[in-house]
């Protein structure tokens, strides 16, 4: 049975499955240094580093262990950021939350919007229990940006994750379903 791609809809985006096709417009994005420092990854070189990541959106989704959605605005299809869950477990009820935005849209409130409405499509249609935000300590922006939908910080993972060849400690933030009507 084909899984169909949900497509979520709030007052200025439209997020969507993202295709080969998108790949020119997210290398714009996943090429900046800003825009990765705070990922676990190099910024991309290639399109074809780019269409690996479109491949492993595709395999995630397709094992059920997680989502990622494009983020467009309602007037345009170019991609300018992703947002959705990895690491996703259904026996537990949760999985994290990952997300990025092409600096040209920075400030704008266009990562709450997205994040806000994954949270709650996670909520509603995962029947997730919990979801939790792993974040680098000096990522500020991203750590005001969960906590103003409700995240709450739990707590530093000393040496969490090795990238870039370096051991980094992240920040556990998690949301819980009954805090939903904080957001």
Known sequence: MVKRFPIIETGRLILREVTSTDSTNMLTYLSDEMVM?????????TEDDVLDEISWYQSIFEEGTGIRWG???????????????????SKHHRADVGYE???????RGIASEALEAV????????????????????????QKLVEKIGFEREGLLRHYEFTCGKFD?????????ENLDLI
């Open 37 to 45: 420092k705070h990922m676990g990854l190099v910024p991309f070189q």
């Open 119 to 142: 949270v709650m499509y996670g909520f509603q249609h995962f029947q997730l229990e919990r979801i939790q935000a792993l974040i680098e300590p000096n990522n500020l922006p991203s």
């Open 71 to 89: 983020i467009t605005l309602k007037e345009s299809s170019e991609v300018i950021g992703s947002c959705g869950f990895l690491n996703r477990l």
């Open 169 to 177: 400690d992240l920040i556990m933030y998690s949301i819980l379903k």
């Open 101 to 107: 935005l092409s600096k040209e849209y920075w400030g």
